[in-house]
């Protein structure tokens, strides 16, 4: 369903619950869950929205910072997984590693992150985050517990659970 705007809205079926048509849909394929056409539809409109409006919300949050949203995504996972190899980071980011060191030349020229060699293989090149880095991967990592509050507090007590549980069944799958 579209939105006034031209952009993807909720379906009707979202607030009542029942899909518009019957027909099978293949769209999960032969070992997922099959949803018929008018569920399909209506899951396909509601993660469209939810990303529209998540990748809305970390421009937001990024936006007046001094980085890029890849540079973000860059800190958040070396914040989070501490120190990786180059190509181990690229492979994470879903980026060649020609992409990734102007992304790493652009946080190490920020006093973000630093390239480190490795003192048994020196052809081995590590990045990690700088003390500032780590600031900011702190400060980020609390605006998204703070989203996730929100997102939550619109939730029904266990609720919370069975989200974070069909969220990471989803990230699996991709």
């Known amino acids: 369903m579209r939105r006034e705007d ?6 009707p079926a979202v607030a009542t619950g029942y899909p518009e048509s019957t027909g099978r849909s293949n769209a999960s394929g032969p070992e997922g869950a099959q949803l018929d056409a008018g569920a399909d539809r209506v899951l396909t409109d509601v993660l469209v929205e939810f990303y529209e409006k998540l990748s809305s919300w970390e421009h937001g949050v990024v936006r007046g910072k001094g980085v890029t949203l890849p540079q973000m995504h860059a800190v958040e996972i070396l914040g989070a997984q501490g120190p990786l190899r180059m190509k181990e980071l690229a492979g994470r980011m879903g980026v060649t590693t020609g992409t990734m060191t102007v992304v790493v030349d652009k946080l190490e020229a920020r006093g973000l992150a630093e390239r480190r060699r490795d003192a048994r293989d ?4 590590f990045v990690e985050l700088t003390a500032r880095g780590s600031e900011y991967f702190a400060e980020h990592d609390r605006q998204h517990r703070r989203l996730t509050a ?3 507090a619109a939730l029904e007590p266990g609720e919370a659970a069975i989200l974070a549980a069909l969220l990471a069944k989803a990230v699996r799958a991709l």
Do not use: F, H, M, P
Request: charged share 30%; hydrophobic share 45%.
């Open 6 to 11: 031209g952009r993807a809205g909720l379906a």
């Open 122 to 125: 020196r052809r081995v090149v």
């Open 150 to 152: 929100e997102i939550t």
